[in-house]
C-alpha cells in the first residue's frame, strides 16, 4: 500500500513541477512588459522595458519565447552532458560492484564454512556497508540472478537469509512498482525465484502491462510462483495475445519448474487458441495416462488453425500406441494437407504394422512428390517386396520418388 502511496505522491509532485514552469512563465510574460510589478509585496522596476514597451505584443511574446527557446537549449545540452558522466559513472560502480559481489555470493553459496551460523553473521557485517546505494543494491541482485542462472542447485533458501538478515526484501519489493522496466523485470525474477509472494498481484498487473518483455517476464514469474496452475488458466493470455515466444516461455518454466498440478483438460477444452497450444505441448511431455485428455487431443485434430492441429498430431503420435496410432492415421490422413502429412509420415518410421504399410502402398499414387517419398522411406525401411510394387510404374512422379528411396538408402549404405 505505502508503495502505492509514494507512487501517487511521485506523480502528483511531477504534475506540480510542470505547472508550477507554466505559472513562472507566465509570471515571467507579465513582468518583462510592464515597467514596474508588485508580486506578493515585492516591487520589482523591469530594466529592460523601455526596449519592449513600443513592441505590439504578439512580437514581444514571440521574442519572449525565443530568447526562453535559447536558455533552455543550452540547458538542456547541459544537462544532457552532465546525466551523461553521471550516467557513465554509474554503470563503472555497479559493473565494479558486481564482480565484488559474484565472488562474494559464489564462496557464501559454495563453501560449507558459511553454512556455520556465526560465518555467515560475519559475511553479513562485511557485506552491509557496502549495500547503502541503489546501485551496490541492484548490483547484489544482479549478481544473485547471474549465479542461480548457472547453478542448477536452487539457492533460494540460502539468499533469503541474507536478505532478510539484511533488511533488503523491502528494497526489492519497491523495484517492481518503479516506473523503469528493468527494474520490474528484475524485481519480478528476483521474486519468482526467491518464492516470495507479496506482490503476486502487482506481477499480475505487469502481466497486462503493453510492454512485451515486461509481459513475458511476468508470465514466466508467474509459473514459478504458482501453486496450482489458477494463473496460468485464468489470467495468462486473456488479455493480450500470446506469442510463439510468450507460449515457450510459459512452457519451458513449467517443465523447468516441475510444475506437476495441471488442468489439462481446462487447458484443451478452452475457447482460447494459445491456451490450448499450451495444453497440447504440456500433454506432449506431462501425460497422465488419462483417457479424456486423449480425447480432447483428438478433438483438435483436423483444426482450422495449422499450430494447434500440428501440435495435436504430434502429441498424439508421442503418447498413443503405435495400434491405435494406425487406425486414426489410416481414418484422418487423407483429409490433412500436405504439410501436415509429411509431419505424421516423419514420426510414424517406429510403427511396425503391416496395415500400415499396405495403407501407405494404397495411399501414395493420389500424393505429392515429397509426400510420396517419405511413404516410400517408411516402406524400404521395414517391407522392401512392397516397395517394387512402383518400380516399374508408369507414373512419372512415383518413379521419380522410387528413384530417389532407393538411390538414398543404397548410398547410405555405401
Known sequence: ????????????????????????????????????????????????????????????????????????????????????????????????????????????????????????????LKIKPHLKTRTQILALFQSYLKIQDTITKNLSDDFKLLLNDLNLQIKLESLIYNKDFDDRILAIRMLSFLQIHTCDKQIMVCGDSDNFALRTEAYAGLVRLMEKDEHLLNFIGEKHKLSILDINVIVNEVLKNKKMDINYRALLSSSNQQKIIIGLILAKYRYRKNRNNLILIIEHIGSSNDLINNLAWDALLTLIPDDDCVDIIIDRFENEPDNIKLNILEKSHHVMSKRFFNFLVKIIGKQSLIVKIEAMKIIFKNDFDLLENFMNSENDEIKMAYKETACMYINQQF
Open 1 to 124: 500500500m505505502k508503495y502505492l502511496i509514494y507512487k501517487y505522491i511521485r506523480a502528483s509532485l511531477k504534475m506540480l513541477f510542470w505547472v508550477s514552469i507554466a505559472a513562472i512563465i507566465a509570471v515571467c510574460i507579465y513582468v518583462f512588459y510592464h515597467s514596474e510589478s508588485n508580486i506578493l509585496g515585492i516591487s520589482f522596476t523591469n530594466p529592460i522595458y523601455e526596449y519592449v514597451k513600443n513592441m505590439y505584443f504578439w512580437v514581444y511574446i514571440v521574442l519572449y519565447f525565443i530568447v526562453f527557446s535559447v536558455l533552455s537549449t543550452f540547458v538542456f545540452i547541459s544537462l544532457s552532458h552532465y546525466f551523461n558522466v553521471k550516467r557513465d559513472q554509474r554503470l563503472k560502480i555497479r559493473d565494479r560492484y558486481y564482480r565484488f559481489f559474484t565472488y562474494i555470493l559464489t564462496s557464501y553459496f559454495l563453501i560449507d564454512l558459511y553454512r556455520n551460523e556465526n560465518q555467515r553473521k560475519k559475511l553479513f
